[in-house]
């Protein structure tokens, strides 16, 4: 079975730094390209970053571009993101998710965890 | 890229034949997916490539369109059916999502 689990999420203050992680089993992690993506309480979505197989190719939204780095660690089956610089705007549930594939026509995510909240206030 | 979906909030019957639309600020290639969720939970993958539907995802769901008009319609509506649907495009980063169409009895 697909699974995808997040972990890492918590109180932070403003300013301050969170490291998500995103533990995968149930599928061949490395040839999955993989998303974070976040919903604060009451609104849409909003896709975050991506990474590619490799970790050659990465991806930001504007919005954490300079702040957030997404990374995996294929050994371990784990997606990453650090956070840096966190303000009351990231505050949200973020959730990991597993791509179809590694192409363009593959980059739906067919597999999401349940998220992990992050709350920035002081 | 902007996606634009209407109705924002669609009020519905379990019976009803419903459509959602999704517009986008240019062309994006056909690459388009449509996401379901259910309040508390994660989102599901209904249909990508605009028009193909996700395993596992009964057939009263259809995607179409091209361009930058997309459509998401369910026929005969079911009591599980009420939810939130989101579309996303992948044509380009950074990806980007609609703004949800929220859809009530």
């Known amino acids: 079975e697909v699974q995808v689990v997040e972990s890492g999420g918590g109180l932070v203050q403003p300013g301050g730094s969170l490291r998500l992680s995103c533990a995968a089993s149930?599928?061949?992690?490395?040839?999955?390209?993989m998303d974070w993506v976040r919903q604060a309480s009451g609104k849409g979505l909003e896709w975050v970053s991506a990474?590619?197989?490799?970790?050659?190719?990465?991806y930001y939204a504007d919005s954490v571009k300079g702040r957030f780095t997404i990374s995996r660690d294929n050994s371990k089956n784990t997606l990453y993101l650090e956070m840096n610089t966190l303000s009351v705007e990231d505050t949200a549930r973020y959730f990991c998710?597993?791509?179809?594939?590694?192409?363009?026509?593959?980059?739906?995510?067919?597999?999401w965890g349940q998220g992990t909240l992050v709350t920035v206030s002081s | 890229i902007q996606l634009t979906q209407s109705p924002s909030f669609l009020s519905a019957s379990v019976g009803d034949r419903v459509t959602i639309t999704c517009r986008a600020s240019?062309?994006?290639?056909?690459?388009l997916a449509w996401y379901q969720q259910k309040a508390g939970k994660a989102p599901r993958l209904l249909i990508y490539?605009?028009?193909t539907l996700q395993s596992g995802v009964p057939s009263r769901f259809s995607g179409g369109g091209s361009g930058t008009e997309f459509t998401l319609t369910v026929t005969s509506l079911q009591a599980e059916d009420f939810a939130t649907y989101y579309c996303?495009?992948?044509?380009?980063?950074?990806?980007?999502f609609g703004g949800g169409t929220r859809v009530e009895i």
């Open positions: 998710a597993k791509r179809a594939g590694e192409t363009a026509t593959t980059r739906q995510a067919d597999y």
């Open positions: 990474i590619s197989t490799d970790s050659k190719s990465r």
């Open positions: 240019q062309a994006i290639n056909g690459y």
């Open positions: 490539a605009a028009s």
């Open positions: 149930g599928f061949t992690f490395r040839i999955y390209a």
């Open positions: 996303q495009q992948l044509d380009s980063y950074p990806l980007t």
